[in-house]
């Protein structure tokens, strides 16, 4: 039996390079089913990461990534999480090379993986998650939805403790993937590269003119060039606020600078509500004393 975060042959503390090889276990597999979306399981693997931590709030210290509580029924079956059982099963195969490693590290290390080799920046990123109980389940309703404005965006992301500044960078993910009509209800990609990572999210919400679609889906934008990209309401609220709209603008111009506040406010997110002492116990192996750059 290998205890968790016991990683290595010989069952000794797991080291940065037990970490280097589940973080390139997950690189070699994110394209390893051609006909899975866009053909990579990169941007379903961040929405994971992303959903697994975004749940905390920081006046009741609870949710977050560390407990891994996805793995339940209720926080598995709530609407905000459709579609992610796709992620799950994914890192379970990866699970199953490396027992040793929590889901709740797991998961976030699946997300650092994914924007990495989908060409983003290096996400700094400690070990030291552990997974819980089902008892430490969020309630339902800590996540955005997609079809409000930026009173709802700033509600929910300033519980996670985050600034208008991190709202906007931590926004930028959706140059990834895509909405699905049976996850979702919305429809289609924000970009025309769904599987690179790159400031293009803020150069079409500047650039491009975005009407409402006609449908009988809930409420999304479509390019009006194309017709074949999509906003949702809280993507266009970004630019309807004046707060938000110069970091929009900012990083529509510079790339580099959307990659630096991306990476800090990601890595951040990824350690909402994990106790700095968990994170001590692997403080030896960490790079300079503060963190792992796969
Ligand atoms: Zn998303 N997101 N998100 N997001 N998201 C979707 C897909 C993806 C919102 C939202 O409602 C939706 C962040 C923030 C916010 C990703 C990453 C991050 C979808 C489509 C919706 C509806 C789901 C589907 O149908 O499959 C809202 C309202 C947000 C508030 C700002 C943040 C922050 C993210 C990471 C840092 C990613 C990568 C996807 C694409 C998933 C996929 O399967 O392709």
Redesign the pocket.
């Known amino acids: 039996q290998v205890r968790e975060s016991q990683g290595g042959q010989l069952g000794g503390p797991a080291t940065k390079g037990d970490y280097q090889k589940v973080y390139n276990a997950i690189a070699e597999a994110l394209e390893k089913n051609p006909e899975y979306?866009d053909g990579s399981y990169g941007?379903?693997l961040?929405?994971l990461a992303?959903h697994a931590s975004?749940t905390y709030d920081k006046h009741s210290n609870t949710g977050g990534s560390n407990g891994a509580t996805m793995r339940f029924a209720p926080e598995a079956n709530h609407g905000?999480n459709?579609?992610l059982g796709?992620a799950r099963d994914f890192m379970e195969e990866i699970k199953k090379q490396f027992p040793w490693i929590t889901y709740a590290d797991l998961w976030t290390l699946g997300g650092v993986a994914a924007i990495q080799e989908m060409g983003g920046p290096k996400i700094p990123w400690r070990p030291g998650r552990k997974d819980g109980t089902v008892e430490q389940s969020p309630p339902e309703g800590r996540l955005?939805?997609?079809d409000?404005g930026p009173d709802h965006?700033r509600h929910?992301?300033y519980k996670m403790g985050f600034n208008d500044q991190e709202?906007v960078a931590?926004?930028g993910?959706?140059a990834?993937?895509?909405?699905?009509?049976d996850?979702?209800?919305?429809e289609g990609p924000w970009t025309f590269a769904?599987t690179s990572f790159t400031n293009e999210y803020f150069n079409l919400l500047v650039n491009e003119k975005w009407t409402q679609k006609k449908w009988n889906g809930p409420p999304q934008f479509e390019d009006k060039t194309t017709k074949s990209l999509m906003m949702?309401m809280?993507?266009l609220a970004l630019t309807q606020d004046s707060s938000f709209r110069k970091h929009v603008q900012r990083y529509a111009k510079s790339e580099d600078e959307f990659f630096n506040d991306f990476s800090a406010a990601?890595s951040k997110?990824l350690e909402l509500g994990v106790p700095e002492e968990n994170f001590k116990a692997f403080e030896a192996q960490l790079e300079g004393g503060r963190s792992f750059k796969f």
């Open positions: 979306d941007p379903v961040v929405r992303w975004g905000a459709a579609g796709a955005p939805d997609g409000k965006l929910i992301f709202i931590l926004s993910a959706h990834l993937g895509r909405c699905h009509k996850r979702s209800g919305f769904p949702l809280t993507d990601f997110l």
